[in-house]
C-alpha cells in the first residue's frame, strides 16, 4: 500500500473539509439513523444496490465528524471498488503514516465495497475483537451475509443497514417539494408519474434523454453487476444468462418463477437457473416473493414471483409502456416499498400480504365491486379484519361482514411512513 494511495482517497486529511463533490449535501431518510449507529460499537454496514448513495453517505458522514471537531486524522476511508488491497495493509500504512496507536484513540475506518477484499471478514474480526475504539463503517453492494462463513464469522458484530433505491419522498424532496406541499395531488402526480416509469436512481434524475438514461442504467448498474460484481462473488459459466433472466423478469414485473418450465425454455438444468435467480436477489437487483403460508402446499404454492429492485430496470428493457403494464409496475414499487416478502394465490390472488394483512394494487379508473372477492375470501379465511386497495384515484373505506377494506390512492400511500 502506497503512501499516496490512502491520501488520495482521504483528502481531508490535508484540506480539512470531504469535498463538496463527494459529501452531496442532500441527506437521504436513513441518514440519521446510519447517524446514530455510531455510538454503538458494532460494525456498522452500507449494504444495497450500485449506484443508489452508499459511499455518498460515507462522505457525509466523515463531513459530519470533521464539523463535530473529530480529529481529522483519526478518519480513514479507504474503497476496495477499484483497488485491489489487505485490511492490514491498509491499516498499518495509515498507522504509519500518522504515528497511531489503534488502541488508544477512536478512530473511524470507513471500508467502501468491503466485499471485494478477499478474506475480509476474518480481517475485519481480528481487528474489531483486538482494538475496541476502532469504528467500522462498512459498505457492499451485495449481501454480505451471502456466505455461510461471514455470517458464522461476523455474528453479533455487525448491524446491517440495506438502502433501497431513493424512495418517492426521497425523490419529491430531492425535487424541492417540501413536505406541507404533498398532499397537493396536481403538484404531486407529475412527479408521481415519472417516478413510477423511471424509478429512483439518483444519478438519472436529471438524465434528460431516453438513450442516456438507458445507457446509464445498462452500463453502470446491469452490466457492472451481472459481468463483473456476481461472476466475482460466485463461480458462475454464463453471466450473459444473468441479464437474459434479469431482463425477463423486469419486463415481466410479478412474474411465477417456474424453475421447470424455464429450464426446458433456457435449456438449461433447474438447479442453475435457480442459483441463478439467487444471485440476482442476493445482489439485490430482484425481489422474490414467496406465497403467504398457512394451510397445505401444492406445488403452485411453491412457485415465488419476481420483481425488478426498481422500475429503472423495467423501463431499460421495455420499449414501450402502455397503460394497463403500468400497474405492474405500481405492483413492483408497492413490493419494493414494503419489501414485501409473500403475495397469496389460490384461485384469486393477491399481491401482497403484509404483517398478514391483503394487499391489493388495482391501478385502474374504478375499482367494481366484484374486485373485492378475492381480499374478502383472504379475511375469512385468516380472519383479518383489514385489507387494502391501492388505487389511481379512488379513496374510501368500505365495511363488508369480513371486516374494513380501505382504498388509497398508490402515490399517497408511498408518502406514507
Ligand atoms: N444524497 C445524494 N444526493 C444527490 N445525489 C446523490 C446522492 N447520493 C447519491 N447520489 C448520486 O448517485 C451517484 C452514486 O452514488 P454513490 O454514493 O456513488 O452510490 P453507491 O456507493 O451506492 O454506488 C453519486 O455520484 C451522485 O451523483
Ligand atoms: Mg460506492
Same mark, same amino acid.
Request: proline residues 3%; glycine residues 4%.
Given at each position: 500500500? !502506497?503512501?499516496?494511495?490512502?491520501?488520495?482517497?482521504?483528502?481531508?486529511?490535508?484540506?480539512?473539509?470531504?469535498?463538496?463533490?463527494?459529501?452531496?449535501?442532500?441527506?437521504?431518510?436513513?441518514?440519521?439513523?446510519?447517524?446514530?449507529?455510531?455510538?454503538?460499537?458494532?460494525?456498522?454496514?452500507?449494504?444495497?444496490?450500485?449506484?443508489?448513495?452508499?459511499?455518498?453517505?460515507?462522505?457525509?458522514?466523515?463531513? &459530519?465528524?470533521?464539523?463535530?471537531?473529530?480529529?481529522?486524522?483519526?478518519?480513514?476511508?479507504?474503497?476496495?471498488? =477499484?483497488?485491489? +488491497?489487505?485490511?492490514?495493509?491498509?491499516?498499518?500504512?495509515?498507522?504509519?503514516?500518522?504515528?497511531?496507536?489503534?488502541?488508544?484513540?477512536?478512530?473511524?475506518?470507513?471500508?467502501?465495497?468491503?466485499?471485494?477484499?478477499?478474506?475480509?471478514?476474518?480481517?475485519?474480526?481480528?481487528?474489531?475483537?483486538?482494538?475496541?475504539?476502532?469504528?467500522?463503517?462498512?459498505?457492499?453492494?451485495?449481501?454480505?451475509?451471502?456466505?455461510? $462463513?461471514?455470517? =458464522?464469522?461476523? +455474528?453479533?458484530?455487525?448491524?446491517?443497514?440495506?438502502?433501497?433505491?431513493?424512495?418517492?419522498?426521497?425523490?419529491?424532496?430531492?425535487?424541492?417539494?417540501?413536505?406541507?406541499?404533498?398532499?397537493?395531488?396536481?403538484?404531486?402526480?407529475?412527479?408521481?408519474?415519472? #417516478?413510477? !416509469?423511471?424509478?429512483?436512481?439518483?444519478?438519472?434524475?436529471?438524465?434528460?434523454?431516453?438513450?442516456?438514461?438507458? &445507457?446509464?442504467?445498462?452500463?453502470?448498474?446491469?452490466?457492472?453487476?451481472?459481468?463483473?460484481?456476481?461472476?466475482?462473488?460466485?463461480?458462475?459459466?454464463?453471466?450473459?444468462?444473468?441479464?437474459?433472466?434479469? &431482463?425477463?423478469?423486469?419486463?415481466?414485473?410479478?412474474?411465477?418463477?417456474?424453475?421447470?418450465?424455464?429450464?426446458?425454455? #433456457?435449456? $438449461?438444468?433447474?438447479?442453475?437457473?435457480?442459483?441463478?435467480?439467487?444471485?440476482?436477489?442476493?445482489?439485490?437487483?430482484?425481489?422474490?416473493?414467496?406465497?403467504?403460508?398457512?394451510?397445505?402446499?401444492?406445488?403452485?404454492?411453491?412457485?415465488?414471483? +419476481?420483481?425488478?429492485?426498481?422500475? +429503472?430496470?423495467?423501463?431499460?428493457? $421495455?420499449?414501450?409502456?402502455?397503460?394497463?403494464?403500468?400497474?405492474?409496475?405500481?405492483?413492483?414499487?408497492?413490493?419494493?416499498?414494503?419489501?414485501?416478502?409473500?403475495?397469496?394465490?389460490?384461485?384469486?390472488?393477491?399481491?401482497?400480504?403484509?404483517?398478514?394483512?391483503?394487499?391489493?394494487?388495482?391501478?385502474?379508473?374504478?375499482?367494481?365491486?366484484?374486485? #373485492?372477492?378475492?381480499?374478502?375470501?383472504?379475511?375469512? $379465511?385468516?380472519?383479518?379484519?383489514?385489507?387494502?386497495?391501492?388505487?389511481?384515484? &379512488?379513496?374510501? !373505506?368500505?365495511?363488508? =361482514? !369480513?371486516?374494513?377494506?380501505?382504498?388509497?390512492?398508490?402515490?399517497?400511500?408511498?408518502?406514507?411512513?
Amino acid at each position: 500500500m !502506497e503512501r499516496d494511495r490512502l491520501e488520495e482517497f482521504n483528502h481531508w486529511w490535508i484540506s480539512g473539509k470531504v469535498d463538496e463533490e463527494l459529501a452531496l449535501p442532500f441527506k437521504r431518510d436513513i441518514y440519521t439513523k446510519i447517524e446514530k449507529h455510531l455510538n454503538k460499537r458494532f460494525i456498522t454496514a452500507l449494504v444495497g444496490l450500485r449506484r443508489i448513495g452508499k459511499t455518498t453517505i460515507m462522505y457525509q458522514i466523515i463531513q &459530519e465528524l470533521i464539523e463535530a471537531d473529530t480529529n481529522k486524522t483519526n478518519i480513514l476511508f479507504f474503497s476496495f471498488d =477499484e483497488v485491489s +488491497a489487505k485490511l492490514n495493509e491498509v491499516l498499518e500504512k495509515y498507522k504509519e503514516i500518522h504515528n497511531k496507536d489503534l488502541r488508544e484513540e477512536k478512530i473511524y475506518v470507513f471500508l467502501d465495497e468491503i466485499q471485494k477484499c478477499n478474506g475480509w471478514e476474518n480481517e475485519l474480526k481480528k481487528y474489531y475483537d483486538l482494538y475496541p475504539k476502532l469504528k467500522f463503517i462498512i459498505s457492499g453492494s451485495e449481501s454480505l451475509f451471502i456466505r455461510k $462463513k461471514t455470517k =458464522e464469522t461476523l +455474528a453479533g458484530r455487525i448491524f446491517e443497514f440495506i438502502l433501497s433505491p431513493f424512495t418517492f419522498r426521497e425523490y419529491l424532496k430531492f425535487n424541492k417539494i417540501e413536505e406541507n406541499e404533498f398532499k397537493y395531488e396536481t403538484k404531486i402526480k407529475p412527479f408521481f408519474n415519472k #417516478f413510477a !416509469e423511471k424509478g429512483g436512481f439518483p444519478e438519472t434524475f436529471s438524465l434528460e434523454t431516453d438513450k442516456d438514461f438507458k &445507457e446509464y442504467i445498462g452500463a453502470l448498474v446491469v452490466d457492472k453487476i451481472v459481468y463483473k460484481d456476481i461472476p466475482r462473488m460466485f463461480k458462475l459459466d454464463d453471466p450473459e444468462f444473468l441479464r437474459v433472466l434479469l &431482463e425477463l423478469i423486469s419486463s415481466n414485473p410479478g412474474m411465477y418463477i417456474d424453475y421447470q418450465s424455464l429450464s426446458k425454455q #433456457f435449456g $438449461k438444468d433447474r438447479r442453475v437457473i435457480k442459483d441463478y435467480i439467487n444471485y440476482l436477489k442476493e445482489s439485490f437487483l430482484i425481489s422474490l416473493l414467496g406465497n403467504y403460508r398457512k394451510g397445505s402446499i401444492t406445488t403452485l404454492r411453491k412457485k415465488k414471483r +419476481a420483481y425488478p429492485a426498481d422500475n +429503472a430496470l423495467t423501463y431499460l428493457y $421495455k420499449p414501450k409502456i402502455e397503460e394497463d403494464f403500468f400497474g405492474r409496475m405500481i405492483e413492483t414499487l408497492a413490493v419494493n416499498k414494503l419489501k414485501a416478502s409473500s403475495f397469496w394465490k389460490n384461485g384469486g390472488e393477491i399481491d401482497i400480504i403484509y404483517n398478514g394483512a391483503p394487499i391489493e394494487v388495482k391501478y385502474q379508473e374504478k375499482i367494481n365491486s366484484g374486485e #373485492f372477492k378475492t381480499i374478502k375470501e383472504f379475511m375469512k $379465511k385468516f380472519n383479518k379484519k383489514d385489507g387494502l386497495i391501492l388505487t389511481k384515484n &379512488e379513496e374510501k !373505506e368500505i365495511k363488508f =361482514e !369480513e371486516g374494513v377494506i380501505k382504498l388509497i390512492p398508490v402515490w399517497k400511500w408511498l408518502l406514507k411512513d
